[in-house]
């Protein structure tokens, strides 16, 4: 069964670091997604993909954020500059109708 | 703006027992629903899922969930839990236009043996 990967699965790095997250999102799926959850906290959406552009993002997805679509089956969301709050699950998901959406394993992100 | 609460950061059951976690939600328009689960150092599974069509919708795993627009609630039950049925579970809704899930804050479910 095709099902979304991420990599890697944790990631430690320092403040100020640049970090990228990697997906790979389900090969016929046209929506892509970025969550994250900190720890004893809710999932909160960070960014929607679509048709090669972001389609919504929060106001978490600041300016030290982005993300892309490299090659059709990589779907990246860097962080530019981390911060200790940056810690966190960061989930990847993908869609084919943009409603059911599918998750990968997630990355623990920790920023020291 | 969309919320979605889900009553009981907690919830303990016997093995054997009637699971009901309660997702309550706010929507000014019909939403769609979605219960998903997540195993401990596991991302997140898509339970089941209301759209349109039949309020009652079956999932995987036994379980199944009602949607009742009047009392703004998709509850999740599974009539007879097993040890297996340990996790968090999360009751999300899509917003009005777009598709991004709104979460409730989850539920750990316990399994007493």
């Known amino acids: 069964e095709p099902e979304v990967t991420q990599t890697p699965s944790h990631q430690v790095t320092q403040m100020g670091q640049e970090v990228i997250l990697r997906c790979v999102p389900i090969?016929?799926?046209?929506?892509f997604y970025w969550y994250r959850q900190i720890l004893g906290q809710k999932v909160e959406f960070l960014v929607s993909f679509y048709n090669n552009e972001i389609s919504e993002k929060s106001e978490i997805f600041d300016d030290q954020f982005s993300v892309e679509r490299p090659d059709g089956s990589n779907f990246t969301l860097k962080i530019r500059s981390t911060k200790l709050e940056d810690s966190a699950m960061y989930f990847c998901?993908?869609?084919?109708?943009?409603?059911?959406?599918?998750f990968g394993p997630g990355t623990r992100l920790t920023v020291t | 703006a969309q919320s979605v609460t889900q009553l009981g950061s907690h919830v303990s059951v016997s093995e054997g027992a009637l699971v009901l976690l309660r997702c309550n939600y706010s929507s000014s328009v019909p939403p769609y629903l979605f219960w998903y689960v997540q195993y401990p150092n596991q991302g997140l599974q898509l339970l089941l899922k209301?759209?349109?069509?039949a309020t009652l919708v079956k999932g995987i795993n036994g379980f199944e969930a009602e949607f009742k627009k009047s009392e703004t609630s998709f509850h999740l039950t599974k009539p007879s839990a097993h040890m297996s049925d340990a996790a968090e579970y999360f009751c999300?809704?899509?917003?009005?236009?777009?598709?991004?899930?709104?979460w409730g804050a989850g539920t750990k479910l316990i399994i007493k043996p």
């Open positions: 090969s016929n799926h046209l929506y």
């Open positions: 998901a993908s869609s084919v109708t943009g409603y059911e959406q599918y």
């Open positions: 209301y759209t349109t069509g």
């Open positions: 999300a809704v899509t917003r009005d236009s777009n598709y991004q899930l709104i």
